[in-house]
């Protein structure tokens, strides 16, 4: 729905969307409402059978397999696989041959080639027919990650994402039998939780492969949430050239995906913001010059 309301907003033309799971009808009740996002703006009803937003018909289709979506008879180029499910190259293939030219999968991959914007979309080569843009926390790490790797070098650095919860989680105490503690109250908790995203920073910058690793811990709020980076320098600098650095990136080669603020901000400040990645400036810290935690 997300993706959707985004693609909408950029004007592209988007020709149809599949979902197994709900009926037209109610798929236009969850587009047009959404509890952090709030209502959308324009008009959203069905008609014969079609999703239809701000007067755009758009196809819907119910398959539970790739396979079987007709993406080429809807004249659909490229597909975002949003299920979470389909994120290999040998699962995502398949909505290739349901029609599809390009397949986008919005979450990480362990064979496609992994793109973050701002950071590595040059090598990307238009024989690639399945990317992956792997992860929220990813996408934002990495931005910084590569201004401070650029500008100063990085030695090695621990990543701790204080993250928002997400749909996999439970509003009560329930059963999680590969992690345990997954399964807790994500309104009542804060929850300590693997996250392979520092590790996939080594696949779009490949220079800082083995050197970053890091953790998440799941609170209890609904959108927005923050990297803390902590790293050693191979350069010495100060908070002020570090910041000088990355918000020369925000003002130029990552403007629009790399945001910069020393606004006295929180989490919720940032619900609907476009960058990939907001530099907290004033919420980071230095021990020496060449060990530092920075927020984004």
């Known amino acids: 729905r997300l993706v959707l309301r985004a693609a909408l907003a950029n004007g592209l033309d988007v020709v149809a969307v599949n979902d197994p799971f709900i009926d037209l009808e109610y798929m236009v009740y969850m587009f047009k409402y959404d509890s952090t996002h709030g209502r959308y703006k324009g008009e959203v009803k069905l008609d014969g059978g079609k999703l239809i937003v701000d007067g755009k018909a758009i196809a819907v289709f119910q398959e539970m397999k790739p396979t079987a979506i007709p993406w080429g008879s809807a004249g659909a180029d490229y597909v975002v696989e949003s299920t979470g499910v389909f994120t290999t190259i040998e699962k995502a293939k398949a909505h290739l041959e349901g029609g599809a030219k390009k397949v986008v999968i919005s979450a990480p991959s362990a064979d496609a080639p992994m793109f973050v914007m701002g950071v590595n979309e040059e090598k990307y080569e238009p024989s690639m027919s399945i990317v992956s843009n792997a992860s929220c926390t990813t996408n934002c790490l990495a931005p910084v990650a590569k201004v401070v790797n650029d500008s100063f070098g990085i030695v090695e650095g621990l990543m701790t994402t204080v993250h928002a919860y997400t749909a996999t989680q439970k509003t009560v105490d329930g059963p999680s039998a590969k992690a345990w503690r997954d399964g807790r109250t994500a309104a009542q908790n804060i929850i300590p939780a693997s996250t392979g995203a520092a590790k996939a920073v080594g696949k779009v910058i490949p220079d800082l492969n083995g050197k970053l690793t890091g953790m998440a811990f799941r609170v209890p709020t609904p959108d927005v949430s923050v990297v803390d980076l902590t790293c050693k320098l191979s350069k ?27 606004e006295q901000v929180v989490s919720s400040d940032f619900i609907g913001d476009t960058h990939s990645s907001i530099f907290d400036a004033k919420a980071c810290i230095a021990l020496t010059p060449t060990f530092v935690k920075l927020i984004s």
């Open 236 to 262: 010495g600098a100060s908070m002020d050239e570090i910041k000088a650095a990355v918000k020369a990136a925000a003002e130029g080669p990552m403007k629009g995906v790399l945001g910069y603020t020393e």
